[in-house]
């Protein structure tokens, strides 16, 4: 794989310009039963192979896709998952572009090859996006992103900013959150648009919170407002999930407006 990719004179720029690149063997990390017993007889015989437990190859090892027989990683500087390329998934006439894709998806924080899976569904695609617009006319969208884990009592925020100004009268936001299927829990706040949003302890100025939801699981916001206004979703990793863990999130974002007897009184 990686020898078709490199043959463009583009990837290996790209690559030399933003990463520091380095190949690890499934033989050193004993990926397989079959690598593990080979490892060991080495091991009798006074090599030294890698230390699994060292940050770097923890990294790689979390990165590992379940029977895939080779995996290109993007790890950031404090060792977290940022991409995921499968050897598999790397196929076709396409794939020198779609490699370069993957290095400028990971780069962007879009997480490619990992929102996927945490959604349990192979042909799943991120859609909407991280603005959404409500209006009369269209009240609802499903905004698909994901959050990560941060550090015990600090906040890490993914946020999806909603513009409900359309509403001129006010109404009602209602936000329907489903969590994918990877292992962090998520916790999620929506604040009012002018709101700074917190980086540690408890969103104090959050308007409606819902905390701790598990992977596959539901849970909905709801907050009535009465004016047109915007506000700002965060999604982020629960406190009690594993630092630097993610998962990825389905948000369903709808306004029900103020019925126009209410509105004229």
Do not use: C
């Not at 982020?236 to 630097?244: L, N």
């Amino acid at each position: 794989m990686r020898a078709v990719v490199l043959s463009d004179n583009r990837n290996i720029a790209f690559l030399n310009e933003n990463f520091i690149n380095t190949w690890v063997s499934n033989f050193e990390l004993e990926r397989t039963p079959n690598k593990k017993a080979y490892m060991a007889v080495r091991r009798e015989q006074g090599y030294k192979p890698l230390d699994r437990m060292h940050p770097l190859a923890q990294g790689i090892m979390k990165g590992w896709k379940k029977n895939s027989p080779s995996d290109s990683l993007i790890l950031s500087p404090d060792l977290e998952l940022m991409g995921r390329m499968p050897v598999n998934d790397l196929l076709g006439s396409s794939m020198i572009r779609d490699y370069l894709t993957f290095l400028k998806e990971s780069l962007d924080g879009k997480l490619p090859g990992l929102v996927e899976e945490a959604l349990h569904n192979p042909g799943a695609v991120p859609i909407g996006g991280l603005n959404v617009v409500l209006t009369p006319q269209k009240p609802e969208q499903e905004s698909l992103s994901i959050f990560r884990t941060p550090e015990p009592g600090y906040q890490d925020y993914t946020v999806i900013e909603i513009d409900a100004t359309a509403f001129e009268k006010g109404g009602v936001l209602t936000i329907d959150i489903s969590v994918g299927h990877a292992e962090a829990a998520g916790s999620f706040d929506l604040f009012a648009d002018d709101s700074k949003l917190p980086t540690q302890g408890a969103p104090q100025n959050a308007l409606a919170s819902a905390w701790g939801i598990s992977p596959g699981e539901t849970n909905r916001i709801i907050y009535t407002f009465d004016r047109g206004q915007s506000f700002r979703f965060g999604a982020t990793g629960d406190w009690f999930s594993e630092k630097g863990s993610i998962n990825a999130f389905l948000a369903t974002i709808s306004v029900e407006p103020v019925p126009k007897e209410e509105a004229e009184h």
